[in-house]
């Protein structure tokens, strides 16, 4: 029996993959158990496109924004909430599917987020690394364009999984009582727990290169003394960049058909 805490406690995103192939019953095998996570009402309001066509990666890790693990990976996954399979069942059942309000959207995506989560842990377990790709949203028209997605269908987050070919650092999280409250939500030692993280990641060096420039109001570029976990997720939080906020999303579900009412 494989110890579940040692590999959810390993998990580290990983981008660098072997030149070797995912058997095909490792696959299926592990999007089969990973369609067990738990989903709302038993919709379960997802589709999983398996993509491996060495071309259609290379297109895909162009539209998600050129990350090349996308396209290195042996298998890549697109991760979509669906609710075009449930009309077409309420079709076919004489009924018109009532899901134009945010809370439907709500349940798709809460259900896609659960079997990413499911694969990833199932793959892990299997001696595979993954590496989860939000990049799937820089250009969702054309993403779903390639995949053929019909309305009401959208990637959600990809996901590239291969057996890994680099060992990255486990990335600390913050601290237990920064993010776990006993009966009510309590966040009085706020400073001091984010301090002490700080200084924990300040330690592990892991924003030592990629630091985000940001310019100050006056134009000048900031400092990046004591640049640690807050000044890194502070200046991605207030980021203007379209890119990052991916502004043209909620434009892109109305057009996909989400009612998001
Ligand atoms: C929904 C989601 C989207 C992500 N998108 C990307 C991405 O587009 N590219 C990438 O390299 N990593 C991506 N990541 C990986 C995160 O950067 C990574 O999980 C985070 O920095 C924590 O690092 P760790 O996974 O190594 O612990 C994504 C992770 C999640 C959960």
Redesign the pocket.
Known sequence: MPDIFKILSS???V?KYKDKPIPDDLLDKILTSARQAPTSSNLQAYSIIVIKDKENKKTLAHL?GD?P?VESCPVFLAICPDLYRLQKVCELRNYKSNDKYMEMFIVAVVDTALVAQNIAVAAEASGLGV?????IRNNPDQVCELLRLPQKVFPL?GMCLGWPDQD?MI?PRLIKNAIIHNEYYDDKNFEKLIAEYDEIIKNTGLYDGPRRKVPSPDGREIPDDDYSWSEHTSRRMASQDPTTLRTHMKKFLLDRGFGLE
Not at 131 to 135: E, P
């Open positions: 998990h580290r995103s981008r998600c990350q693990w590496c989860m790709i939000g990049g987050v990255p990335k």
